[in-house]
C-alpha cells in the first residue's frame, strides 16, 4: 500500500473510531473507544511526523507541513487533557469533539492540497516503499500504548527534517 493511501485509510479508521465512541453508552465502553483512538491517533501522527513529512519536504509543501505538524501539536495538547480525564468528566465529551473538529479539519487539509501535491512529485515505488515503512511503524508503535507519550510530546510541534 502507497503512503498516501496508507494515510488517508487511517484518517478513516480515526474517523470511524469518532463516531463509534458517539454510538457507545456506557462509561466503560466511551473510555475503551477512547484509548483506542488515542493510540490511532498518537502512532499515526508519529509515522507522519518521522517519515511522510520528511520525505515529501519539498519547498512548494512546506507550509502546509508546517502547519500539520502545527495541527499535530494541538491534537496532542487537547489528548493530553482528555488522558487526565475520565468520561463522566462534564467537559470530556466536549474535547472529543473539539478533538474530532480539529482532526478532521487536518486530514481534509492533508487529502485535499499536500497529498495531490505528494503523489505528482514523488515515484509509486517510492511512495509505495515509504507506505510499507510507515505501516511497519505503525504495526510497531501498536504493540504498545502510544498515547503513553502523549503528554511528553506537547511542548513544540515535530521538526521536519
Do not use: W
Not at 73 to 92: E, H, K, M, T, V
Request: aromatic share 4%.
Amino acid at each position: 500500500m502507497d503512503a498516501i493511501t496508507l494515510l488517508r485509510a487511517q484518517h478513516d479508521e480515526v474517523e470511524d473510531l469518532f463516531e463509534e465512541y458517539e454510538s457507545a453508552e456506557s462509561r466503560t465502553s466511551r473510555r475503551a473507544i477512547f484509548n483506542r483512538l488515542a493510540d490511532a491517533i498518537a502512532a499515526h501522527a508519529t509515522i507522519e511526523e518521522k517519515l511522510f513529512y520528511p520525505a515529501v519536504c519539498l519547498s512548494e509543501v512546506e507550509d502546509l507541513l508546517k502547519e500539520a505538524a502545527e495541527g499535530h501539536l494541538a491534537a496532542r495538547r487537547i489528548l493530553a487533557d482528555l488522558l487526565d480525564l475520565q468520561p463522566p468528566d462534564g467537559n470530556f465529551d466536549a474535547k472529543v469533539k473539539v478533538l474530532q473538529e480539529q482532526l478532521s479539519h487536518h486530514a481534509e487539509e492533508e487529502e485535499d492540497e499536500l497529498f495531490p501535491i505528494v503523489r505528482v512529485s514523488l515515484s509509486r515505488p517510492a511512495l509505495e516503499a515509504l507506505g510499507e515503512a510507515m505501516g511497519q511503524m505503525f504495526e510497531e508503535l501498536m504493540k504498545g500504548t502510544p498515547r503513553d507519550r502523549v503528554r511528553d510530546e506537547t511542548d513544540h510541534a515535530a521538526q521536519l527534517n
